[in-house]
């Protein structure tokens, strides 16, 4: 997935933004399956097990009844038919997660080689505040960061000062 191009900067935001938030003593639900992140988290002392690949649209069963304190989904929610459902059936307190914003000057991202590596949504994070809040979220802390590329053109040079990636930390209102 990543042969040519490893998400450095991203995954350290990720793990800095994680580590203001979350004690390495909290269990971890991380959405998606095993990942290089996974491995990130783990070798700063979190305790992470993942999902194992079912369709999350169709079948949530393992976030259900998975008794970690802590359910991460790090550019999940994009890929899913109804993140919806997926966020409303996590019984755990606490939510962190990413997703790429929509960038107007680029179409939505699309793998002509692996279907389930595509995005169904690319959110605005005004969009994403609001399923939040819609699934019974309340928001927390939000941080967002650009992800330049070193090619040549008038995209590359938009990337360099418009956000793409947005991280929220969440926790479920109580009734």
């Not at 692996?114 to 005004?126: A, G, K, V």
């Not at 938009?158 to 009734?175: D, G, M, N, Q, S």
Request: charged fraction near 25%; proline fraction near 5%.
């Amino acid at each position: 997935m990543y042969q040519n191009s490893y998400p450095d900067k991203r995954y350290k935001h990720t793990i800095n933004f994680l580590k203001k938030y979350i004690s390495n003593t909290e269990t971890i639900l991380d959405l998606g399956v095993e990942n290089p992140f996974t491995k990130v988290m783990q070798e700063h002392g979190y305790k992470v097990s993942n999902t194992l690949g079912e369709d999350l649209d169709i079948d949530t069963s393992a976030i259900k009844y998975s008794e970690a304190q802590v359910v991460t989904a790090f550019e999940i929610f994009e890929h899913l038919l109804s993140p919806f459902t997926v966020l409303k059936s996590i019984p755990t307190d606490k939510l962190v997660a990413s997703v790429p914003l929509k960038l107007w000057f680029s179409p939505a991202y699309r793998s002509k080689t692996d279907m389930l590596d595509r995005h169904y949504h690319e959110f605005e994070d005004w969009q994403f505040d609001w399923l939040l809040e819609k699934t019974g979220w309340k928001i927390i802390a939000t941080e967002k960061w650009t992800n330049p590329t070193k090619k040549l053109g008038l995209r590359p040079i938009l990337r360099f000062f418009t956000p793409r990636y947005y991280i929220v930390y969440a926790e479920k209102i109580k009734h």
